[in-house]
Nanobody, 123 residues
Framework: QVQLVESGGGLVQAGGSLRLSCAAS????????TGWFRQAPGKEREFVAA????????YHADSVKGRFTISRDNAKNTVYLQMNSLKPEDTAVYYC????????????????WGQGTQVTVSS
């Protein structure tokens, strides 16, 4: 069993930055993929970024490439999402998820989810 706890959300002006953290407990992320998804009101949950734990390969959605960066800290068993140049359309609840790394961009690829953290970008 894996428990995931997100933190770092908040209210920021357009053009600003936030860093989200996802701390895992229960077992390590070894051989897992960890992803960030977001869900805005009335919209489906969408893929933002993912990292394969073993080799550190990263993937980012086209909508956030060049602005968001996913990274990990092995010692802390924590994954981060650095979000720069934020836009109002980035406003959503952001979720951290962990899965067996068979797929990485669909919610069904992940077995464990955090409770979510709200990110609000004002114009």
């Amino acid at each position: 069993q894996v428990q995931l706890v997100e933190s770092g959300g908040g209210l920021v002006q357009a053009g600003g930055s936030l860093r989200l953290s996802c701390a895992a407990s229960g077992r390590t992320f070894s051989r897992y993929a960890t992803g960030w998804f977001r869900q805005a009101p009335g919209k489906e949950r969408e893929f933002v970024a993912a990292i394969r734990w073993t080799y550190g390969s990263t993937y980012h959605a086209d909508s956030v490439k060049g602005r968001f960066t996913i990274s990990r800290d092995n010692a802390k068993n924590t994954v981060y999402l650095q979000m720069n140049s934020l836009k109002p359309e980035d406003t959503a609840v952001y979720y951290c998820a962990a899965g067996p790394a068979m797929g990485i961009t669909a919610p069904r690829d992940y077995d464990y989810w955090g409770q979510g953290t709200q990110v609000t970008v004002s114009s």
